[in-house]
Every structure is written in structure tokens, then in C-alpha cells.
């Protein structure tokens, strides 16, 4: 009986050995399982992060045909030329970028005229507010007129970015590609 | 007494499996403890990455009051007029771009003048170092002169980027906003 | 015998609850290291993203001995002023930047001259194709022309971009750093 009980005992003792092993195990099991769902999130997290980075940039020439202008009322200028439209957010049938996201762009232009003793230049639009001017009176007998400027933008998405031509300025170009719009979004938000 | 010892040994012979089987649990567990431990890190990492990679971009036009300058020395210019300041990097009341963190940046400034028969245009500083300088002199009788440029720079922490104004040169800005600074983070080194 | 029964079923119904935690937590496990594995490829694809996310962007300027030109035809403009050069794709020894990854760029430059009535200015190259003008006519008698242009690229790995400088044109570059030529990566395609 003695030894019975005995091996009775061990068999017991071996038993909570087994049920301490079991519940260290699920112990851990359990832990990394909440550890794992952490780290799913936080991947997930990434993940989104990537997916919402959209890749936008573009950089359009005005046109093959000439001189643009001059007209009696600020016009939108439709860049024609596609050089690059990442993302297809630059829409040649309106001159109009359209913001796929909202976020922070940068939109740079170089406006170019040959037209002698008349101005040209153009003006930033982001929606309905002009956001800047630049400006030349080609005061020149011969010769030619540039001007560039370039902005940092935050739009909301759909938001729309143009460029007009002032009232009875001119600009030019040809296939030489002399007068071009081009902007990236630099991140979102 | 047979049945006995054989239910014994059946008993040892559950008892083996079961310790073989807590054996090889506990070893998929430890093994997946140093998995998850591994990819936690490399979250961490890409976590890190993420959020060393702050959002820092602004444009500014220099002022709503016109002529700026001339003056018997160079001064920095107060770009007063914030279109954006992501990241509030560029500080108005100093006309200065103080690096948030190590990295690669891109700066780049359109200046515009109205005063004939004057030089115009400005200097690009990194901390107390000329990085460029871009002038014209205005020697129209009538018109305006407009220059830009644009500068890749690899800053350290706190670095000073800002804009001088030569010596007796002269800008204009007025609400139309033709005198532009602008600047953004490319990426964090 | 009864007890001895009874302790039996007892002994048999632990062990059958040992295999039943057993098999629950070898389930766990198992669901465990498939999840864990499925983490270990995002960690990875997202690791790998950062990785083919280079960092490239330079700001060279043209020379500090003075003008740059005219001669008999078109140039390549070695630009041998590094002002920044990350990811070493700008060559100074060519004049000309080599995509080391697929991708979108921006490229914008700036060039100057204090020549008088002479063309001023340069033509950006994508390979062979000329893909924008810009230049000026200096016909001041006294005075500057400064001209920028800036454009967004789709480039393959490999492909070159270069500034060359028009036939009997001139540009001018000294210490003060007024030709400047930059670019950077956008994002990786």
C-alpha cells in the first residue's frame, strides 16, 4: 500500500508538474498572443501609412502652337504638352490639378513671352484665391521675357491649382518647351 | 498484478508522450517568442523611421508694404506673409529656417523688383555661409526684373537657412505676392 | 477495487483533460505561427519598400571661373560645383546625372549671365531628348539675365539628364554660385 501510495503520490506530483507546465505554457501562449495582435496593428498601421501615400507629380508644357494670348479677361491656361502626370491629377481638357488626397504639394511654373512692349506672366489659383503673381513687362525692342515662382500648398482633397494669364498679357511655346507647370505632392496629411 | 503493471506502464507511456508533447509545445512557443521578439524590432524600426521622418514645408512672401531696402548693409529678409508652415520650421519674427532634423532639404526663392535702374535680388544663407546668390539690375525704364533660384541642402539639426538682401538692392512684394521663399524636407539622413 | 476503479476514471478523465489543453494549446500555437509568419512577410515587403526608396538629391553649381561658352554647338554643362550630392547620382567628371533607380524626379535649374547682347541660357536632356528650353536674349547694355526652369521626370534606371548649353550662348559662374543645376528623387516607381 505504502509503495502504492507512494507511486500514487509521484503520479500526483507528476500530474502538477504536468498542469504548472500546461498553465506556464498557456501563460505564454496568451501573452504572445496579445503581443502578436499588437504587432498586426501596428503593421496595419504601416501598411496604411504606404497605401495613402499616393504618388502624384506632374510637369505639363503649354502648347506647340505660339503665342497664348493676349485676351481681354484673366484666362485659365491649359497646359497641353504631358511631359509627365503621375497619378493623372493634372486634367488637360480644364488646366486644372486636382488634389487626389489631402496633403502638402509644391507647384512650380516658368512663364516665357517674345512678344516685345507687352506684359506676361501668370498667376497661381488654389480654388478661387490667387495665391501668387508673377509678373514681366517685356520691355525689350528684341528679345525674350521669363519669369518663375513656386509655392507650397496645403489642400484639401479635390481641391483645384491653376494657373490664369492676367488680362491682355501674352505668353509662348512651342515645341522647344519654354513655358511649363509641374507640381508633387510632398506628403500627406 | 500484470494489468497492473501493464496499466503502469501504459500510465509511463502516457506520461512520456504527454512530457513530449509539453516538450515540443514549449519548444514552437519559445522559437515564436523569439520570432515575435525579432519582428517586434523591425516594427519598432520602421516606427522609428516613420516618425524621424516629421512633415516640415512652407512658402512665404516677403511682405504686403511694397519696396523693400535699400539699406547700407546686408540684412535678412523678413518673409512676413505664411501660405504655409507645416511643421512651423520658418520663423517669422527672425525670417529664419531652423532645421528640425538632419536631413536633406530643398530651398528655393523667386524675387521681384519694380525699381528701375537698381539692382535687385538675393542671397541664399546656410548658417553664416553663402550657399548662392542670384541678381539682376533692373535697368529698364520701365518694367520689372524677377530672378529665382533653387538649392539641394544637407543641414544638421538647428542649421539656419534664410535670405539676405545685398547691400543697396532692393525687392518689392506687395498683396499679389511676387517675393516668395519656399522649402520642404526631400528626407531625414 | 471500486476506489481503485474510481481512481482509474479519475486518472483516465485527467488525462483526457491534459490532451484536451493540450491539443488547445497546440491549436494556439499552431494559428500562432501562421499569423506570426503572415507578420514576418509584411514586416519584410514594408522593409524592403524603405530599402528600394533611395536617397538621391544634389544641387551642383557651374563653375567659379567666370563664362561658360560660346562655342560652335550645343554642350553638356559640366556643372563641377558640389554643393550637394546624396547618393552620388550627379557626375561631375560627365556633367550629368544617372537615375540610380526607376522613378519619378524633379530637376530645376538656374542660369545666368552678365554677357551683353548675346542668347543666354540651357536646354534640359532626358538621353538624347531635349525636353525643355529655356533662354533669354541679354540685350541689356549694361545688366544681368537670369533664367529657371523646372521639370518633373519619369526616368528608367540608367537614363541620363543633363543641361547643355544652345550654340553661341554664354552663361557665367564665379564664387557667388548663380548657375545652379538640381534635382531629387520624388518616389521610386
Redesign the interface.
Known amino acids: 500500500m505504502k509503495q502504492d501510495v507512494g507511486?500514487?503520490d509521484s503520479?500526483i506530483s507528476?500530474?502538477t508538474d504536468?498542469?504548472a507546465?500546461?498553465k506556464e505554457?498557456?501563460d505564454?501562449?496568451t501573452q504572445?498572443?496579445i503581443?502578436?495582435s499588437i504587432?498586426?496593428n501596428?503593421?496595419e498601421k504601416?501598411?496604411k501609412?504606404?497605401t495613402e501615400n499616393p504618388?502624384v507629380?506632374?510637369?505639363v508644357?503649354l502648347s506647340n502652337a505660339g503665342t497664348v494670348g493676349p485676351i481681354p479677361a484673366d484666362m485659365t491656361l491649359r497646359f497641353s504638352k504631358v511631359?509627365?502626370n503621375?497619378g493623372q491629377a493634372y486634367h488637360t481638357d480644364r488646366g486644372v490639378f486636382l488634389a487626389p488626397v489631402r496633403g502638402?504639394y509644391?507647384f512650380?511654373f516658368?512663364a516665357?513671352s517674345n512678344t516685345a512692349n507687352r506684359g506676361m506672366g501668370a498667376?497661381l489659383y488654389h480654388n478661387s484665391k490667387?495665391?501668387?503673381?508673377?509678373?514681366?513687362?517685356?520691355?525689350?525692342?528684341?528679345?525674350?521675357?521669363?519669369?518663375?515662382?513656386?509655392?507650397?500648398?496645403?489642400l484639401e482633397q479635390g481641391d483645384a491649382v491653376y494657373l490664369a494669364l492676367p488680362t491682355n498679357f501674352v505668353l509662348y511655346d512651342d515645341p522647344?518647351?519654354?513655358s511649363?507647370f509641374?507640381?508633387?505632392l510632398?506628403?500627406p496629411?
Open positions: 507511486r500514487d503520479k507528476v500530474m504536468v498542469w507546465e500546461l505554457l498557456r505564454m501562449v504572445q498572443k503581443d502578436l504587432s498586426k501596428k503593421i504601416l501598411e501609412e504606404r504618388k507629380a506632374f510637369s508644357g511631359l509627365s503621375v502638402v509644391y512650380r516658368t516665357f498667376i490667387k495665391v501668387g503673381w508673377i509678373t514681366n513687362h517685356n520691355n525689350h525692342d528684341v528679345g525674350y521675357a521669363t519669369v518663375s515662382n513656386g509655392f507650397v500648398l496645403e522647344t518647351t519654354r511649363v509641374s507640381g508633387f510632398i506628403f496629411q
